[in-house]
């Protein structure tokens, strides 16, 4: 059974078109001009338990709204989803506890609070043990190089820092299915190489089933022997 399975998935935007200048706004009171927008598609794939697949595609070409979809964050327009036998729209408790969505250009992390404290927060929703949560902690903040910035509040560490630890948040509750788009954003050239290896370990070892978004070729090339890219909405390539 595919750990992800999409099946004509479509999502379209509906945008008020605003006429130009005062006399516009004052037209826009009493009669709206809109226009429709199509994110996504038709889209359909699958993908098996464990794989790591690159969804690839320029801006705008839909990656961040399917993953959003899949995630459970939008309700698509038309067309099915099961991401480990749950319909994510319906936000099924059993499914948000076995999934996580990594948003380069989002925070999950509390601003004013060390980074720890977040951690300890987000273990308290998913109620993890003590001793697991010093465990993975103990074990993701040393492969990322970012053991003694734990205490350190999070609007007082770098993007890479903060970025390093959103990613230890995602992964606290062991997932089954990861979506991460574009998780190394804001790294340099070292960290982008050691948040990798992070990301090739875990998925090696858990088996976690992995969808990733990056504009970075050599994250794909380093991680994915399968990426689907999606352009205007439509998947073109899936092998």
Known sequence: MPAIEVSNLTKAFRTYKKQPGFSGAVKGLFRRQYEQTIAV???????????????????????????????????????????????????????????????????????????????????????????RFERTVAEMSEMLTVRDKLNVNVRELSLGERMKMELIASLLHEPKVLFLDEPTIFFDVISQKTVREFIRRHNAERKTTILLTSHYMADIQALCERVIIIDHGKIFFDG
């Open 41 to 131: 598609n038709n889209v359909s794939f699958k993908i098996e338990p464990g794989e790591l697949v690159g969804f690839l595609g320029p801006n705008g070409a839909g990656k961040t709204t399917t993953l959003k979809m899949l995630a459970g964050l939008l309700y698509p327009t038309s067309g099915a989803a099961k991401v480990l036998g749950y319909t994510p729209w319906e936000r099924a408790d059993g499914y948000r506890r076995q999934f996580a969505l990594l948003l380069g250009q989002k925070n999950q992390l509390w601003w004013d609070l060390p980074a720890r404290e977040s951690l300890e927060l987000n273990a308290k929703i998913y109620g993890i043990p003590a001793n």
